[in-house]
């Protein structure tokens, strides 16, 4: 194999990318000037350096001064104690601060229990969700876990799977667990809403 | 124009349908045998006579032996008369009732009011909804008027339209005005959620 | 089964229409005026008076004073007898003559063979078609056959079909077959080209 | 900015990608392995060392031991050199070759003329094509040029301006300009294709 072969090969485990569009990425490459290949490499091996894990919500963040390896978010005083959010990936993360209207804390699964799943602990973040609600319910503070999962197959079976999984300790310590709200999404016309959906809107109506 | 050409124009008007379409309707129909064609010419005009538009609700409904006016929903004594569900189309009916969650009236308004419209009474059955609010309200039953509408530029206008067509009689009379609530639709995967529904989804979450 | 619904399953019958649209289709009817359904159902019925399938050629046309079962274009004496074109459907007819580059004979097929098809001469007019050529190779001019067919798999298994299917007579009255050329359609870029594709445009450079 | 917005930054100048797709491509690296990321970076850097461009014909080609500036192609012997086929990319060489059909040589242009293009010269290897069919001239064994470019605006445009370029030369040399053949590309159907490639392909028929 080449480099233009190798190089495709590697694009292609990129998230959506198909052979053909990974070929054209590394054409792509060839047609830069030398600076863009170089700035790219480079950033790619600064990545890993300069972005840390959080150890409390598992979130990427771009290391600061301090060096802490606990994000400024995990690490604020001004956001609210009771409430706990788990979400599946950063970027449903990044979508829910945009809205400007949760002021909780979060964690970051990592993934999604697929139906039919056999080994779901090593889909997701599962010792260390345990591990960061044990840590909160420590202070006698977490009242809510909001499952802020994606409203397809997989996303119902892993909010089932966490629900399960976290049953016992909801119980023990006194936090109710809820899921974001089922409607009309912005754009949603009746007629072409499941029942599902309909249903939800329905009792959910104000 | 021949026969070929006028029945075109007519299929073109048939919503969703484009000039190809259209006449490929009506090569269709001279390659069926000849009783599809008799068959479909006489249903589109008993069409009329055998379905009748409710006088109360203004759905559509199949004649019955009696030959009333009223549709059998708003004839029934077993549904909840707290409630009247103003929806815009006959399909948006269907589709409520098969959730089977809902067992209060219906009202169909007929469309809905475009953004800009500037004569917004003549897009919806104003006089009509409103008269049969009035007969609603003399028995003092009714409690709540639910806006079922598209969750769309329109279906908000016309929401605010005929929020602000029924403020005075929801005060006189007492009865409140809701809306569908918003949220994930079955499918929508976080990542590519709008804020508003994510905000909405937020604050019903259960 | 009401009146909507019975309509409802003759639309369901109509090219590329489903449930949901041919209930449309009703409510569309129902919601018009009185004027607009007696209209359609009067074309619909005349439809079939007005318009004459040629008995040479087997399109679809209006009929005119004379009341011949024979089309203008069969009747012409302008056009080039030498070369009769097989196409499958009355639309492809259209858009061939929208080209205004062929001035030879047509011949409406009315389907296509497809693949693994078991009966195919009830799929297509086999003896109609061997009537008609019968009938122009009496004179000694016909010279040429075009198989117009589109470029699919269903298409090629027709070309296949008819090639086999007229074999004996290209020999014995020394017609040629022809098929359209294979190349780089309107808009066709080399990147997202078959080789198949690419192969007839580099034989059929120029 | 921090390296997840510079890389994100720099992933959304690949070919089809947008800032949402950018993003998920940084977040993919930051939950990969390390060594994921660092044989990524190594390879882009090799890249460039390790892929020449052809100084003949501008393709890309993994350079070999004998370090020849001048791609396998170019150098072979066995090829027709009577032919040059002029393509706008690599993968569209890729795809000429998938074909087996074509045993010329190739001369990569590096890009389209976008239709109103100010400065043609500029958007594609204007100097280096006159060079290399300058070089191939002397030999006087060069009779023909296939200008394979897309069927769509921007490919016409392009064929028109090299057209017009290389005419002097065509008429000083005696090479002939040809271009790939126009028709139905696979899988086209007549009732959906434009009169241009029926043209085309009622023309080329065969």
Do not use: W
């Not at 912005?186 to 072409?192: D, H, I, P, R, V």
């Amino acid at each position: 194999m080449d480099s233009i072969q190798k190089l495709t090969e590697l694009f292609k485990q990129f998230p959506g990318i198909g052979p053909r569009q990974a070929k054209r990425f590394v054409y792509f490459l060839l047609a830069q000037k030398n600076g863009y290949a170089g700035e790219l490499s480079n950033l790619i091996v600064e990545l890993k350096k300069e972005i840390y894990c959080c150890e409390s919500c598992f979130r990427f963040f771009p290391k600061d001064k301090g060096e802490s390896k606990i994000c400024p978010i995990c690490r604020s005083d001004s956001r609210d104690k009771n409430i706990l959010m788990i979400i599946s990936r950063d970027v449903d993360f990044e979508n829910i601060e945009r809205t400007k209207s949760f002021n909780g804390y979060y964690f970051i699964l990592g993934g999604v229990v697929p139906i039919l799943e056999e080994n779901p602990a090593h889909k997701i973040r599962q010792k260390e969700l345990l591990d960061t609600i044990a840590a909160k319910t420590k202070g006698g503070v977490l009242k809510e876990i909001i499952l802020a999962l994606d409203a397809n197959p997989d996303g119902e079976n892993t909010r089932e799977y966490v629900t399960r999984l976290l049953g016992p300790l909801s119980i023990q310590y006194g936090f109710k667990i809820s899921t974001l709200g089922r409607g009309l999404s912005t754009g949603a016309e009746l007629e072409y809403s499941d029942p599902d959906t309909l249903r939800s809107a329905l009792q959910s109506r104000k």
